[in-house]
């Protein structure tokens, strides 16, 4: 049968960047639109903390690309960044 659960354990990762975070996002809403429920379990007790601020980080330089007008491609990927990122940080 179709999954209704994906369960992602988290203990042995150490170092969340934006990238990360990014591709967490991605995978989400790609679930989500397949009526899938993600579950992050395992989230190390010194990784636990670190989290908004990786997401803080990463809304922090996202933005400045966003808002720098160098590059199209770049500031398109840096939006939605951007934006995930504040969504994930409302939710939160």
């Not at 989500?32 to 990786?54: H, Q, S, T």
């Not at 980080?57 to 933005?63: D, F, H, K, L």
């Not at 491609?73 to 939710?91: G, K, P, Q, S, Y």
Request: aromatic share 4%; net charge positive.
């Amino acid at each position: 049968g179709d999954a209704r659960v994906v369960v992602l354990a988290l203990d042995r990762g150490r170092n969340p960047d934006a990238a990360f975070l990014g591709l967490l996002r991605d995978f989400h809403a790609d679930l989500r639109g397949r009526g899938v429920a993600l579950v992050l379990c395992g989230v190390r007790d010194e990784l636990a903390p670190l989290l908004p601020i990786a997401i803080d980080g990463g809304v922090a330089v996202s933005t400045r690309v966003w808002l720098s007008g160098r590059a199209v491609i770049a500031e398109r990927f840096a939006r939605r960044m951007t934006l995930a990122l504040l969504a994930v940080t409302v939710a939160a």
